[in-house]
């Protein structure tokens, strides 16, 4: 065996590692009772609840801010973010929530919002909050 | 409708070039298309009419493209919101430098750039290029013409083809009412949207620039390996291409640190790489043609590696346009915040990159038989040998990269619903730092070998000096920058110290005369520092604003959460690690709030301050971008640096309620001069009346009655010693007082009376009730060791020059030897 096979071989296991890698650290967008389920971080895409009250106390403590949010199923859930609550939260029309199920509350490590333009009819603009540590 | 007050003979000029200028992009095209079958032609009888043609095309092409760009900046420059463009990307209040970061904050004004850039190149190309002219000149005409075509903004087959930079407010939003008015730039367009305020930085100006730059430099060796493949000049194309391919890693690479370094000053996320797809788009590219650059060097050395070579070159050109796709189609919609909206023109940039791909796929095929192979295996000893390998590593790394930031594109192929890892930076870090690790080692024994051969007794010797050593100073360095907490970091931070330390030896020898090694060396170093100050500063970095006021805050509430955000109130010190922090004032300044922050670092020992000083964050609130939008403030040191950014501010409401005298006590007294009265902890010293005070902007008459006089007040409490000045002003036989406000002390005074009965003034004291304080919430953190990144990033440049100068030379050299020789066989195909 020649040695420029043995370095396709490395390579070729490598490149296969890498592709399942990307395959297996790679999440789906999914809901409410799988968090539940599966309790690991997970990507949620959900709506505001605007009928449910907001809490957000910057002079109780500036790094807490909960709300209520429904996912694709309908299904609610009290979320929890652990940092400053982030600007025009109320107008969103849809949230991607990364974050993790724990006792009932879910808690969010990264807020995606999507909220109307206001310039252009139909177009989106999208902003990200972070949690101040991750989960 | 006839519409008043709009300058349409400025986007008709606009459009006309638009159009001319792509025509002109195909006649280059085609004319140094047919130019180089005129050269290779062997029965051509000598005059070069294609060549002549294909330069005046190019002249012509090139000034249209420069009327655009004219023509876009007097409709920016000269508000014209009747245009499209000027509405979204710019206002009236901008500053003018600013006006150039609007220029490029569009689509549209991007892809401009990109083609301003290879013009440039191009006429740098006619001019030193000799006999590659045609054939390289063809490959960028051609490129050339895909960037225009994205300027077009025609429908052609009912196939909307580009998107024009000089499209009309009106014709984008047909539906809106106010075009039913025909003054509707006097009366509701008045002011454009504005530029995004985070692009309102000064590494706006030059970041985007630098980065189009260097995407547009990697044609250029793309261009050189097609024309040697089409001319069959398959072994020479690497000389001439390999200063270019240099320049483009070189730029490229300034333009992503710039884009981190503007990440790092102006996005409040705390931190220069965030693994975000725009950031990793730009970085696949330079990846491949950096491993590209090490297998041309070990040809042109050792005869090796041709193939490998000749394919990364050809992909790294590939890769920009796949990158452009990924951050231009619209396609990381949900991925990224970062990335551009659809302009509806992901269909053209999928056809750029299939035709090049055609090309380049059509080329190695029907060459192949002619491509040199390596004459024998490598040996282990051997530079070439572990170059390879390098090249290899750095290739493995970009397709991890592209594996995982292609996602979003593998959901539209297959229509999946994949989101990518939930632990983004820890996916991306955990093959990252393996293959850096493994590049650096590379990049450091490797100097200890030779071309061909190296005597392994020399060999094993040197590489165990430099290693003893490297390990003696990694231990100071993990001890001294606290990184031993993670065994990986700790290999790394020897990786780095090894690099250093092995290219500093070769270095040497470059000082004692081998000078053409130089650039390598510095190169490596730059590249050693810089990962090492990413590294120490990303793994390092401090949090210093935790709250330690240790209130419990519900049920929700769990030990965890650290808190990171701290609310200061406006005057009040707060004790923040060694630091304690004061916000003393706010100043307006255009749309952004100023807030100064004041830090003193008090010696525990006598109570002395030993450092103090203001930094100055701020933030805007933004209706139009989406709420608040804030800019850290960083103090700078040699060995880390103190970063502080506002999270939270009152709303204008409470702003505003808070200015209002219902917040205030206003105490009244009657003083004389020299007395001394206490409120609130301040003792207020009148000091001396001030006969003529002047006030600003407001002239006094004294034949009309007019008076202003102003009561000196010497102002002492623990935050400090203060004075001020408020008056007592009779403008056209009206009382005016103008009040004074000591921010520090949340106090304002007003001078309302001359009581002479008594010779004694009346002054009121207002003092802001406490609750209704201003406040802020902030976030501070410790950036140790970063300037290293900045520091190594310089160092790679300038070891880039050494290089692109040393391969210039050897190229010119040979030229103007082979010219002599072949002298009476000037056609070298």
Known sequence: ?135 | MQFTGEHLWLGKLGQFFVVFSFGMAILTTLSYYFSVREELDPNRKGNFSWKLLARSAFLLHAISLVGIIACMFTLIYNHYFEYHYAWEHSSRALPTHFIISCFWEGQEGSFLLWGFWQIVLGSILIWKAKDWESGVMTVIGLSQVFVCSILLGVSIFGFQVGSSPFILTRMVMTEAPIFKDPNYLSNFLTDGRGLNPLLQNYWMVIHPPTLFLGFASMIVPFAYAITGLWTSRVKEWISPALPWALFAVMVLGTGIVMGSAWAYEALNFGGFWQWDPVENASILPWLILVAAVHVMISYKSSGQSYITATILVLSSFILVEYASYLTRSGVLQNASVHAFTDLGMKYQLIFFILVFLGISLYFMVSRWKSLPSSPKEESLYSREFWMFIGSIVLTLSCLQIMATTSIPVFNEIFHTQKAPPVDLVGHYNKWQILFVFTIIILSAFSQFLKYQKTNTRVFFLQLGIYLVVSILITVGLVYLTHTGFNTMFVLLDFACTFSIVSNARILADAFNGKMKLAGSAIAHIGFALLILGALVAASTRKVISVNTTGLSYGPSWTTKNAQENILIYKGEPYQMSNYKVTYLSDSVSGPDTYYKINYQKIDPTNGRSIENFDLYPNAQINEKMGGLIASPSTRHYWFQDIYTHISEVPGAKEREASQEDSTYTINSYQVKPGQKIEVNKTEITVSELVRNAQVKDIAINPEKNDLAVGLKLNLESEKGKFTTEPIFLIKNLNILPIETKVDELGMKFRFTKIIPETGSFELQVLSKKPGKRDWVIMKAMIFPYINFLWIGTLIMVIGFLFSIFRRNNEWVHSQSKGSKKKNKTPIPA
Not at chain 1, 57 to 84: I, L, M, R, W
Not at chain 1, 108 to 120: D, G, Q
């Open chain 1, 1 to 135: 065996m020649k040695r420029v096979h043995i370095i396709l071989l490395v390579v070729l296991a490598l490149a296969i590692g890498v592709l399942v890698s990307t395959y297996s650290d790679s999440s789906t967008y999914s809901n409410f009772a799988k968090a539940k389920s599966e309790g690991e971080l997970i990507h949620v895409i959900g709506k505001l609840d605007k009928e449910k009250q907001m809490e957000y106390n910057p002079f109780k403590d500036a790094n807490h801010f909960s709300f209520y949010a429904k996912d694709k199923d309908g299904q609610e859930c009290k979320v929890v973010f652990d940092g400053t609550k982030p600007q025009d939260f109320e107008r969103s029309e849809q949230l991607v929530l990364t974050g993790k199920m724990e006792s009932n509350v879910f808690h969010a490590e990264k807020i995606l919002m999507k909220c109307p333009s206001k310039y252009t009819n139909d177009h989106l603009e999208i902003t990200e909050a972070r949690a101040i540590k991750p989960i």
